[in-house]
């Protein structure tokens, strides 16, 4: 078959897959249809600008390298890094209100247009314009990317119930962004500890929001699906580059190498937990892309000085997205840099790595200096100083972060379920054997096995020392979730195309079907999210969430829509994720002490006294959500000023305007507080 016949062929098979998964627990089909075309004609666009821009910066950066097809390998991925990084800095400095409200578009404008001006350019001046073709195993990626496009689509909130439905996009990695466009700069906020954490996939949401100009969840929600293309999108960055890096790595002689490297990108894509995170607002999808790009600077045939701070810039840019990926992908692309350089190059490459790693995380680290007197804000307390919180708050953060039991019961986890029964989502596993990682978990395990017995190599050998490295630092410096394993998709794939690379023709047959089947269970894992219905918001959209195509379905709905603008300010009571409220609410997250904390700290056992705190400061509106409230007291995490008896003394104090009730006898309930 031609390369035309069967580029033809892909791009048929994709359409047919996205008409097929969008037809999965959807109210509408024909509307779903085109509310997926619609996200991805406004939001993808606005998303792919800024990764073209990105790439552009990428190529630009990387003119000095005599080997260009290296280079133009590598310009996504330090495209990326260097755009996210602007995106912080212009964040940090508030560049984009510079020129006032209606000047972000022409700030934030500025970088991406440079960006594709120099991508243009490399464009034009590119002789080798003859692709290399189309190989049949391409077709095993039509289901990973027809799940991920028609995922990306349906708004936060509903689907992914492993995720909390989102609740960390709802939480953070979107409502930051809101608060930073309303405030005018990116800045730690006392109520929200994430904004301490790096931030700069963040920043990058950020941008996207400031060339949108409003709320990300307003009106029909681009600047909110725009944030789950561009994660959609650097997932298929990461993804392409981990391919070629399992084709570099496969000797040339290698029966059918193309294909097996194809087919094992397919894999990696059609796995539920990329396209999981990859389909939210997640920062997963920039490290597996930073990541992925490290690891092929760390084997390219460039000098060792320049592979080295290329990696670090990688890698520290992963950080920046992902502070778990100075564990997580650190040492993994550290173990491949010392076996491909000379051991007397060593001490200065690593001088040279160093030092470019800590740049690249400098201006976070300033930031969080300047904001909380500690650069790595909130850890090491004990060492670099508590910041604004007290002993109390450090101590539950450190019990909410990290997994208590034994050595033992630790390595039980990586592959057991949890005795304690399942998590949200329905899985009792924490560990390789998540049914979310399909067949990547076993599969992962036995070629790092394998591939150094079969291919006795440096890289080999490094790569499952590395995989190692990753699984002990999991269980020894993480809270044991399944998803902070994603960056072992980084060895795991090499791993699998040294082993396969020794099979002959067949490792083709075999890593195609593989990947088939994968994409078949991640199918499957998508039309069983919800009870059977993924897609049952995707034509609605973010309107839906905020209330605007019923103002009096949500509380969410009777704030956005049905107060008048003047009436007082809304504070709300458990929920820590309060991105679908367009009008600026007072909340904290658990672990911060927020207005509510303080006013019944000061006023214990006095809650007439409580509600007239809260008038004064301007809140008339109390929304009490006691469904995440009891959540969070049984879990420990909640504040001990916060108990039921008070909360529900304070709700005494006005007059009940509304009641949703939830799944069992709790609700959200709305209080007025009275007159300010």
């Known amino acids: ?60 950066s990387l003119r000095w390298m005599e080997d260009r097809t290296t280079a133009a390998w590598l310009a996504p991925a330090v495209g990326l890094g260097l755009m996210l990084a602007i995106s912080h800095v212009l964040g940090v400095l508030g560049a984009f209100e510079w020129l006032g409200a209606g000047g972000r578009r022409v700030v934030a404008g500025l970088p991406v247009l440079a960006g594709l001006v120099l991508l243009a350019i490399d464009l034009m001046k590119r002789q ?58 990116l800045w730690p906020v006392d109520h929200n500890v994430y904004s301490y954490l790096p931030g700069y996939v963040e920043a990058g949401f950020y941008h996207l929001a400031a060339l949108v100009g409003e709320h990300p969840a307003a009106g029909s929600g681009v600047g909110l699906m725009s944030f789950q293309c561009l994660s959609a999108l650097m997932l298929l960055i990461a993804v392409v580059l981990i391919g070629r890096l399992c084709w570099l790595l496969m000797p040339e002689e290698t029966p059918g ?7 094992l990108a397919a894999l990696a894509l059609s796995t539920p937990w990329l396209v999981v995170t990859g389909s939210l607002a997640y920062n997963e999808p920039a490290v597996l892309a930073l990541g992925a790009g490290a690891m092929l600077a760390a084997v390219s045939k460039a000098a060792p000085m320049a592979r080295w701070a290329l990696a670090a810039f990688l890698v520290g840019s992963a950080c920046g997205a992902k502070p778990t990926a100075l564990f997580l992908v650190g040492p993994i692309i550290g173990s491949v840099l010392v076996v491909t350089t000379p051991s007397r190059a060593w001490l200065r ?37 508590s910041g604004h919180w007290t002993a109390e708050q450090h101590a539950r953060w450190s019990a909410g972060h990290a997994f208590d039991g034994s050595v033992l019961e630790r390595l039980r986890l990586l592959a057991l379920p949890d005795p304690a029964g399942p998590f949200p989502g329905g899985s009792s596993m924490r560990g390789l054997l ?19 017995l079969l291919r006795r190599h440096a890289i080999a050998t490094a790569l499952a020392i590395g995989l190692a490295f990753q699984l002990i630092a999991w269980l020894a410096l993480t809270h044991l979730q399944s998803r902070f394993l994603m960056p072992i998709v980084l060895t795991v794939m090499p791993l699998m195309a040294l082993a396969l690379s020794r099979a002959g023709v067949r490792a083709v047959w075999a890593a195609a079907v593989l990947s088939l089947a994968q994409g078949a269970w991640l199918v499957w894992t998508y039309a069983s999210e919800c009870g059977g219905r993924p897609g049952v918001f995707i034509a609605a959209g973010p309107a839906w969430f905020t209330g605007r195509l019923d103002p009096k379905a949500s ?46 700290g000061d006023h214990p056992d006095a809650p007439a006294q409580q509600a007239e705190a809260l008038r004064d400061a301007g809140v008339r509106w109390l929304v009490i959500d006691e469904m995440e409230l009891r959540r969070l007291r049984d879990s420990g995490w909640l504040d001990a000023a916060l108990t039921p008896r008070a909360i529900g003394e304070l709700a005494a104090q006005g007059v009940v305007t509304g009641y949703w009730p939830g799944p069992g006898p709790l609700g959200r309930i709305l209080i007025d507080l009275g007159p300010l």
């Open 349 to 385: 490459c690593g001088g040279i790595g160093a030092a470019v790693g800590a740049a690249t995380l400098l201006p976070w680290l300033a930031r969080n200096g300047l904001a909380a007197g500690n650069p790595v804000f909130p850890q090491l307390a004990a060492l670099l100083g």
């Open 434 to 452: 998540h049914p979310q990682w399909g067949l990547i978990g076993a599969l992962g395990v036995v070629s790092a096995v394998a591939a150094p």
């Open 555 to 600: 509380p969410q709905g009777v704030v956005n829509f049905g107060l008048a603008e003047d009436s007082g300010r809304v504070l709300l009571a458990g929920d820590g994720a309060p991105l679908y409220y367009l009008t600026d609410p007072i909340y904290a997250t658990t672990w911060d002490a927020g207005l509510l904390v303080r006013v019944v």
């Open 128 to 185: 080798d314009r003859a692709g290399a073709g189309v190989h049949p195993a391409s077709l095993s990626l039509i289901p990973g990317i027809a799940v991920l496009a028609v995922a990306s689509a349906s708004p936060v909130g509903w689907l992914w119930e492993s995720e909390g439905r989102g609740y960390d996009t709802r939480s953070y990695h979107a409502q930051l962004p809101a608060e930073w466009l309303a405030s005018g700069q």
């Open 257 to 263: 190498r193309s294909g097996i490297a194809t087919a």
């Open 1 to 60: 078959m031609s390369s035309k016949a069967l580029a033809g062929l892909l791009v048929g098979g994709l359409i047919a897959a996205i008409l097929g998964v969008a037809a999965i627990g959807v109210v509408s089909w024909l509307g779903t249809v085109v509310a997926v075309a619609s996200v991805w004609a406004t939001a993808g666009v606005l998303a792919g600008a800024y990764l073209a821009g990105a790439w552009g910066l990428g190529t630009a």
